[in-house]
């Protein structure tokens, strides 16, 4: 059974950090790009950081410079490190894995967790 399992949301103020962690299991995580994509109310999902296998990574534009995704396929984790958080960072932020990376960018992608919430005051 595939299940994917995020942490490390909370509400913080603007300009602080948070780390989300995702574990996984159920699926050989090694052959998967994983990564991050988010929701907000009332707005369309949004892709925000992709890891392919070999380590190749992905930003959307607006968290370039602030986020930063890494993985453990040791841990069968995804990271994702947030620095200079803004409110417009506050979502439900989703991890997911699949076959390739656009997949996690521009749709939800068949494994996906069920999320972690995150609320950046300013």
């Known amino acids: 059974q595939v299940e994917l399992v995020e942490s490390g949301g909370g509400s913080v103020q603007a300009g602080e950090s948070l780390k989300l962690s995702c574990v996984a299991s159920?699926?050989?995580?090694?052959?998967?790009?994983v990564g991050w994509f988010r929701q907000a109310p009332g707005k369309w999902r949004e892709g925000v950081a992709t890891?392919?296998?070999?380590?190749?990574?992905t930003y959307e534009d607006s968290v370039k410079g602030r986020f930063v995704v890494s993985r453990s396929d040791v841990d069968r984790s995804v990271y994702l490190q947030m620095s200079s958080l803004k409110s417009g960072d506050s979502a439900t932020y989703y991890c997911?894995?699949?076959?390739?990376?656009?997949?996690?960018?521009?749709?939800?992608?068949?494994?996906r967790g069920r999320g972690t919430r995150v609320f950046v005051s300013s």
């Open positions: 997911g894995a699949a076959k390739t990376c656009s997949e996690i960018m521009n749709d939800f992608p068949n494994y």
């Open positions: 890891i392919d296998t070999s380590g190749t990574t």
């Open positions: 159920g699926f050989t995580f090694s052959n998967y790009c």
